[in-house]
Each structure stands twice: as C-alpha cells, then as structure tokens.
C-alpha cells in the first residue's frame, strides 16, 4: 500500500519554499514527478523508499505558495523536524501537469477551474 504524507504548513523563508509534514522524510527519495489528485484536489509529489513509492500531497490551501515558489524560481524543501529534503525537478513537473490540467475536463471540471484560478 502507497504511504501518503500531506503537508500540514508551507512557508516561504531565506528564498526557498518549505513544506512542513508531521512524518520522517529521512528514508524518503525524489522520484522527480508529480501526479495530479483530482477527488481531493491535491498535486502529488512522488517520492521513493526502498519498497513502495510514497505520496506527497499536496493540497489546494497550499497552492498559492506553490504558485510563489514558482513565479520566483525558489526550490522547494520537504521537511520534519530537523530533516529537510529538496523536492528535485518540482517546478518543471508542476509547470507540465499544470499545462495538462488546463482547459482539460479529464480533471473534472471543479480541478480545471481550482487549478486555473491560481495558477
């Protein structure tokens, strides 16, 4: 079964995006891509351990920081306590799922418009 993980705080601090879960992360590795929940209007970051893949939701209220992070270029920085983790190739992966979601109504259209009056 897929481990899923959703950020509980985002913040934009020393010029990097950091989000905030209540898991470890050490174990973690970026797999470099992100999935699109549609149902519960999230982006999911893949990530990867040594036995399954883990999801990194992340949820509509966060979005606006995404959009941030992704307007100034700032890397984005997974993190639990003292461990912090660089999410690899985050804004070229948000950039073509976001490219995707637009105008398209495989999404469902309450994920097209959500995705289209932030981003």
Known sequence: ?????TIL??????NR?????????????PSEQILVDSKQYSFIYLMEDK???TYIA???QIWPF??????????????FKDQQLELLNFHEELEYVISNIGGNSNYGNEMVTKVEGIF
């Open 66 to 79: 995404l959009k941030a992070a992704q307007v100034q270029k700032f890397p984005v920085w997974l993190s």
């Open 9 to 14: 705080k985002a913040s934009i601090t020393e």
């Open 51 to 53: 036995e399954d893949y």
């Open 17 to 29: 995006l950091l989000l905030e879960t209540n898991e470890p992360i050490s174990r973690l590795v």
């Open 58 to 60: 992340l949820p509509e």
């Open 1 to 5: 079964m897929k481990k899923r993980i």
